[in-house]
């Protein structure tokens, strides 16, 4: 079965930092790249960050709104996608989802597989 | 940035409807529109892809096509599942964007 599996979310002050984990099981890790998609409580879905297989460009890419503060990484030999969310803000406040960005040829990319979602709330 | 454009942002419809949803991009994307569904609490769900491919398990009543520069995501008979909130997503440029979402409930 496939999983993924966020966690790290919680609580956190303005401008203080947090490190999201997304554990991954029943997929070929090292060959899938993966983003970040978040959610604003009772608002639509953001995407935040992407980061491509190590075994292709392994490219990051992120969303202006969060560029310099948040940093997508990988361990693949532990099937882990990581963010890394510095100097945060009330703004950032949301669910943050992990999901699969899955190429399906002819330039074709999609969220194929998503995670429950971690909690972020960023507040005094 | 791309800026999708979905319509309507709500809809009431009852069991056995068929309805359609629209997503309009503000310059070209291919064929390189998603669409997602999303009931409460829950993480959204992929239902078509590349503008008009079924993923594998989603039933047939789904169906997805594009319209000159209109993306269109068709429910042929509403179940009641079917009942959420539905978002269209373009993968042609980054950063990736999202419409506003539909929210889809019973009349």
């Known amino acids: 079965e496939v999983q993924l599996v966020e966690s790290g979310g919680g609580l956190v002050q303005p401008g203080r930092s947090l490190r999201l984990s997304c554990a991954t099981s029943g997929l070929t890790f090292s060959y899938s790249a993966m983003s970040w998609v978040r959610q604003a409580p009772g608002k639509g879905l953001e995407w935040v960050s992407f980061i491509g297989s190590n075994t292709f460009d392994g490219r990051t890419e992120y969303a202006a709104s969060v560029k310099g503060r948040f940093t997508i990484s990988r361990d693949d030999s532990k099937s882990i996608a990581y963010l890394q969310m510095n100097s945060l803000r009330t703004e950032d406040s949301a669910v943050y989802y992990c999901?699969?960005?899955?190429?399906?040829?002819?330039?074709?990319?999609?969220?194929?597989?998503w995670g429950r979602g971690t909690l972020v709330t960023v507040s005094s | 940035d791309i800026q999708m454009t979905q319509s309507p942002s709500s809809l009431s419809a009852s069991v056995g409807d068929r309805v359609t949803i629209t997503c309009r991009a503000s310059q070209s994307i291919s064929h390189s529109l998603n669409w997602y569904q999303q009931k409460p609490g829950k993480a959204p769900k992929l239902l078509i892809y590349a503008a008009s491919n079924l993923q594998s398990g989603v039933p047939s009543r789904f169906s997805g096509d594009l319209s000159g520069t209109d993306f269109t995501l068709t429910i042929s008979s509403l179940q009641p599942e079917d009942f959420a909130t539905y978002f269209c997503q373009q993968s042609d440029f980054f950063p990736y964007t999202f419409g506003q979402g539909t929210t889809l409930e019973i009349k």
């Open positions: 999901v699969r960005d899955y190429y399906g040829g002819s330039s074709h990319w999609y969220f194929d597989l």
